[in-house]
């Protein structure tokens, strides 16, 4: 049935294509234009979200416990998959 069907050249995929080249490859391009400074930004944003959900761990003693902990929890897990992402990028 789909025997010849390219689905790189289908609809949706042009569409994912286009959202690619004008949305998403100019914002990553700002944020890092070359190796060493997607470096830097990664390691920033690391450090940046574990300040945040280091800085949530005493506000959930104020207000809704179980979602602010949960919420650190969850910025503790990016931290850690980003981390994972540059030991693995910069291993290889």
């Known amino acids: ?43 920033g944003l690391i450090q940046i979200t574990i300040l945040v959900a280091v800085l949530l761990l005493p506000v959930s003693l104020l207000y809704s416990p179980g979602h602010i902990l949960t919420a650190s929890g969850l910025l503790f897990d990016i931290a850690g998959v980003l981390r994972l992402f540059l030991l693995e990028h910069f291993h290889n």
């Open 1 to 43: 049935m789909f025997s010849g069907y390219e689905w790189e050249y289908s609809p949706l995929a042009r569409v994912g294509n286009w959202i690619w080249t004008k949305a998403i490859d100019p914002v990553l391009r700002s944020v890092a234009d070359d190796g060493y400074s997607a470096f830097r930004t990664v390691r």
